[in-house]
Each structure stands twice: as structure tokens, then as C-alpha cells.
């Protein structure tokens, strides 16, 4: 079974620019949460989806924003760029979220740097 | 406020030595743990979990460890191999705050030959 891919994989941006990507999650899973790594303040949780629908929010300005397929695929936005957006992206999937819990497997990271 | 913690930064061991990476967490209601490894240029890799419910779970030369009474968190790596290099992160989640990861800042482990 195929993990979880991401695309694209690195991407150069401007200030001021935006940028979307692109998450496809294991085939069956459902639920496709985003977070964002930076070294200075580690893996932080962006938001997730689940059937179309935002389940979870973190802490994160309206700038990022998100999306979520029927066939479960999912898309995260970010406007009007900022230097400090510069991180890797990380997507995970999981089998279903309804109350419990399920492994998240991550994909290998969309790399954004903004200049 | 949540926050998952690591005691060290960076852990170097022997080939063949066994490896302890700890982790505090403050969140009494975080009831799944899970241990990730991320590897260089890669997403983190699931390692092994344990609930709430549980002190102790064995994987393939792994073993997670919980004490829920100091809010503590331990992975053990049995006969480490250099492929075991890589950082560590601890993640715990609280069932009914969704499927919302909070990770400790990792350890990195560095295997010496």
C-alpha cells in the first residue's frame, strides 16, 4: 500500500506571494491532519480534516487555511507569505477519527521557503 | 498550558548499546502516546504507542514505558544500530480534542561506531 504523498516536495516563494499544497492520504484513510515543522518551534499541529470537514484548529493565523476532497485528498493554502512561513510541511493520515484515536503516518513534507 | 517535553537534546551511544529516550508530558488528560522517528530529509515514522491504560508495551527491540504518576514517558531501543540514528519525538494526543498531535521538541540519537 502507498504512504502518504505530498507535493511538491521543495518550493521557493516570495513574501507576499501564496502557495498551496497538495496531500494525497493512504488509500482508506480518512482523516488528514497538517502541521508545520520549523526548528525553532518544532512540529506544531495546523488543522485537520475529516469527511470534507475541518475537525481540528491549531494555533495559526487565518492565512492558513485548508481543504479536504471527497476522495479524501487534501490541499493546505497559506497568503500572503511571510519569511517566517519558511518550514517543512507535514502531512499525516490516519484510518478514521470518531471519538478515538488512530496511528497518523506522516508523508515526507512539502519544503516552503520564502524569501 | 499542553506541552510534551524531552530531557535531552541529543543522546549518543554505543553500537550494540541499548538506548533511553525520555519525555515529559503535562497534559493529566493526554491518554495516547506515541514515539515517532524522523530520519534526515523524511516525515516522521511511527515507531510504537500505548494508552493510557497500559505501563508498558514491546515492539521489535523497542519498549515504551508510561508513568502516569510523574507524567513520564520513556522508548528503550534494544542492541541500537547505526540506522538507528535519527531525532526522536514523543507525541501524545487527549481522546476527544481529535485526532490533534502535540509533539516534545525530540531528541536527536546519535549512533557511534
Known amino acids: 500500500k502507498a504512504g502518504v504523498t505530498q507535493t511538491p516536495r521543495y518550493l521557493i516563494k516570495t513574501r507576499g506571494q501564496q502557495v498551496t499544497l497538495s496531500c494525497s492520504p493512504i488509500s482508506g484513510h480518512r482523516s488528514v491532519s497538517w502541521y508545520q515543522q520549523t526548528p525553532g518551534q518544532g512540529l506544531q499541529f495546523l488543522f485537520e480534516?475529516?469527511?470534507?470537514?475541518?475537525?481540528n484548529k491549531g494555533n495559526f493565523p487565518g492565512r492558513f487555511s485548508g481543504r479536504q476532497f471527497s476522495n479524501s485528498r487534501s490541499e493546505m493554502n497559506v497568503s500572503t507569505l511571510e519569511l517566517g512561513d519558511s518550514a517543512l510541511y507535514l502531512c499525516a493520515s490516519s484510518r478514521e477519527s470518531r471519538g478515538d484515536v488512530d496511528t497518523q503516518y506522516f508523508g515526507p513534507g512539502t519544503r516552503l521557503t520564502v524569501l | 498550558g499542553e506541552s510534551v517535553g524531552l530531557h535531552l537534546p541529543t543522546l549518543s551511544v554505543q553500537e550494540g548499546d541499548n538506548s533511553i529516550i525520555n519525555c515529559a508530558y503535562s497534559?493529566?488528560?493526554?491518554?495516547?502516546f506515541i514515539w515517532y522517528k524522523q530520519e534526515s530529509g523524511k516525515g516522521p515514522q511511527f515507531i510504537i504507542d500505548i494508552r493510557s491504560n497500559m505501563d508498558k508495551r514491546q515492539g521489535q527491540r523497542v519498549t515504551v514505558l508510561l508513568n502516569k504518576t510523574v507524567k513520564h514517558l520513556s522508548l528503550q531501543i534494544a542492541a541500537t544500530q547505526p540506522g538507528d540514528s535519527a531525532v526522536y519525538f514523543c507525541?501524545?494526543?487527549?481522546?476527544?480534542?481529535?485526532?490533534?498531535?502535540?509533539f516534545g521538541t525530540g531528541t536527536q540519537l546519535k549512533v557511534e561506531l
Open positions: 507525541a501524545e494526543i487527549h481522546t476527544g480534542g481529535g485526532n490533534k498531535l502535540t
Open positions: 497534559n493529566s488528560a493526554s491518554d495516547y
Open positions: 480534516y475529516f469527511s470534507e470537514t475541518q475537525r
